[in-house]
């Protein structure tokens, strides 16, 4: 009796811490979780480990790396020491820092520790900055902190392909005398930008850029930030309450929407001259961005990574995430216009004349195909506008050069090409000049003064040497043959063929052991038949004649 009183008890108690960690993993905006949010927990962290899980963030200037992202708003520089976690919080410090190396360049016309004519180290100050390494896309956003009581920002923020969502950029604290004459309200309030950086935006855009007065300053304790960012709205909440709803649409209507790419998370402190800088006495006493936790909710939980040779998100390699790279002027862009999967493809489109090669470039590093026979496939919209022979993408480590006939491809439509291509060897992997996709128009292909199409969905095979081609019973008779043929496996599938030339020049389907075709209509020569089906494929030589 006292053992099942005892029993009960303990259910009881376990219930009830049961149902308190749910409720804590519930939006704070949100608390009995009415619209079914999901917590990711690939990304959320409430900083309770002894160190910094490495698994969800990595630290700018860790090693001396950071991956080509961005060092710090000058003369401030991200430090890695300034990172650290403690008492469950991630702590992130500015501080004044003359025995600091400094990066000897130049960041927005001012030295990095210097000023605008001089890397003097008279402006020492070294800051703080992580960013997580993975993506999501949509979701709500949620942080508890205390902004630095410093003159430095504290910023809660995430980047996508031409996109930046601030969703809580707060200056601490006006510095000492206050030379710049800045109001005090400054402290006061609670800051959300929604940058749109795509280059082909006119030079006097305006971006969406909001600030509220919340009355209180923000340095002086804890908050709970709040920022939702869906497909058709965003909303900013300070604690729990509701400050600001806005759509998409109406953003859209100013070109204020860029925000539909996957995002990565940055927590960071900045300087911000014009409200100005920090001198000495302001970071006498060490200064922190203090933050209890990160939680993102999402409706539907995103896969960490996206395909970026389906344009979905950035490439995720060796540690670091780049996306395509292409020059301002270059024509090519990543669109959620059209697409043959998933939203976004990429898109070439430009009107008059064409001059030069027209290139679009995947980050160094980032492709990773065998030796010997590899096959590319990809999909083509073209518009009836326009009139193209040819693509040619380039590998570049080991430098290969694959031409794609696209003259036959009807317009209007995805079709899929295809070529099959061979290396000397692996790719390079170096993230300085290894292999990568130099992806082209030559002004020499296209007829007329414009040219519209799409690329979407590329992928890589290697054809000729898996163990898995040689076990598949796939034959062909007669061979050689003119106009007709029979195939014979147990395989069902798309066959492709390819000329010598690694031309797709035909494919059909296959859904019989045997399939007999009749109409073949190919100029003589040696042709390579293939079949597909899931993982599994075969080739076989067929000489025409
Ligand atoms: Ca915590
Ligand atoms: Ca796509």
């Given at each position: 009796m006292k053992t099942n009183k005892l029993k009960h008890h303990l259910y009881f108690v376990l219930a009830v811490c049961f149902t308190h960690a749910l409720l804590a993993q519930n939006p704070f905006t949100d608390p009995s979780n009415s619209q079914g949010w999901i917590l990711n927990t690939t990304i959320s962290d409430e900083f309770n480990t002894p160190e910094l899980d490495k698994s969800k963030w990595w630290i700018l200037g860790e090693n001396g790396d950071y991956?080509?992202?961005w060092k710090g708003r000058a003369p401030g520089q991200f430090a890695p020491h300034n990172v650290k976690v403690e008492g469950g919080e991630l702590v992130l410090?500015?501080?004044?820092?003359?025995?600091f190396t400094f990066a000897n360049e130049k960041q927005d016309g001012t030295y990095y520790g210097?000023?605008?004519?001089?890397?003097?180290?008279s402006k020492p100050i070294t800051q703080a900055c992580v960013m997580s390494e993975t993506y999501f896309r949509y979701g709500y956003m949620e942080i508890r902190a205390k902004i630095a009581d410093a003159p430095v920002t504290s910023a809660f923020w995430t980047t996508g392909y031409h996109s930046e969502i601030d969703m809580v950029e707060n200056y601490g604290k006006r510095p000492i005398g206050n030379p710049e004459g800045t109001n005090a309200v400054i402290e006061r309030k609670q800051?959300?930008?929604?940058?749109?950086?795509?280059?082909?935006?006119?030079?006097?855009?305006?971006?969406?850029?909001?600030?509220n007065d919340m009355g209180v300053r923000l340095a002086e304790d804890y908050h709970i930030y709040g920022f939702e960012w869906d497909k058709d709205y965003i909303r900013t909440y300070f604690d729990g309450n509701l400050l600001r709803e806005v759509t998409r649409q109406s953003?859209?209507?100013?070109?204020?929407?860029?925000?539909?790419?996957?995002?990565?998370?940055?927590l960071d402190s900045e300087v911000f001259y014009w409200y100005g800088l920090p001198a000495q006495a302001d970071l006498t006493s060490p200064t922190a961005f203090k933050i209890d936790y990160v939680r993102i909710w999402q409706k539907n939980i995103t896969t960490p990574n996206f395909n970026a040779l389906g344009f979905e998100g950035p490439f995720?390699?060796?540690?670091?995430?780049?996306?395509?790279?292409?020059?301002?002027?270059?024509k090519w862009r990543i669109k959620n216009e059209k697409s043959a999967s998933g939203d976004f493809s990429l898109r070439f489109q430009h009107s008059g004349t064409f001059s030069g090669n027209y290139t679009t470039f995947t980050p160094y590093g980032s492709l990773n195909l065998p030796a010997g026979s590899n096959q590319v496939n990809f999909k083509v919209w073209i518009d009836p506008s326009t009139s193209i022979?040819?693509?040619?993408?380039?590998?570049?480590?080991?430098?290969?050069?694959?031409?794609?006939?696209?003259?036959?491809?009807?317009?209007?439509?995805?079709?899929?090409?295809?070529?099959?291509?061979?290396?000397?060897?692996a790719s390079n992997q170096s993230i300085t000049n290894g292999d990568r996709i130099r992806f082209m128009l030559q002004s020499a292909n296209v007829s007329g003064s414009q040219a519209l199409f799409y690329v979407d969905d590329i992928t890589f095979a290697n054809t000729l040497s898996t163990a898995k081609n040689n076990t598949v019973n796939f034959s062909i008779y007669p061979n050689p043959t003119?106009?007709?043929?029979?195939?014979?496996?147990?395989?069902?599938?798309?066959?492709?063929?390819?000329?010598?030339?690694?031309?797709?020049?035909?494919?059909?389907?296959?859904?019989?052991r045997v399939k007999k075709v009749d109409g073949l209509n190919l100029p003589s020569g040696v042709y390579l038949f293939k079949i597909q089906s899931g993982n599994t494929f075969a080739t076989s030589k067929v000489v025409i004649n």
């Open positions: 991956r080509n992202k410090t500015s501080q004044w820092e003359p025995t210097g000023t605008a004519t001089s890397a003097d180290n800051r959300t930008n929604m940058i749109n950086w795509d280059p082909d935006i006119p030079s006097n855009h305006q971006n969406w850029k909001v600030e953003l859209e209507a100013n070109n204020q929407w860029r925000h539909d790419y996957p995002q990565e998370l940055w995720y390699f060796q540690g670091r995430s780049q996306n395509w790279w292409n020059g301002p002027a270059a022979s040819s693509l040619r993408m380039i590998l570049e480590n080991p430098w290969t050069v694959i031409d794609i006939d696209v003259s036959g491809v009807q317009k209007g439509q995805w079709v899929e090409v295809s070529k099959i291509f061979s290396r000397s060897a003119q106009n007709s043929l029979h195939i014979n496996s147990p395989l069902n599938g798309t066959i492709t063929v390819f000329n010598m030339a690694g031309n797709l020049v035909k494919s059909f389907q296959k859904e019989t």
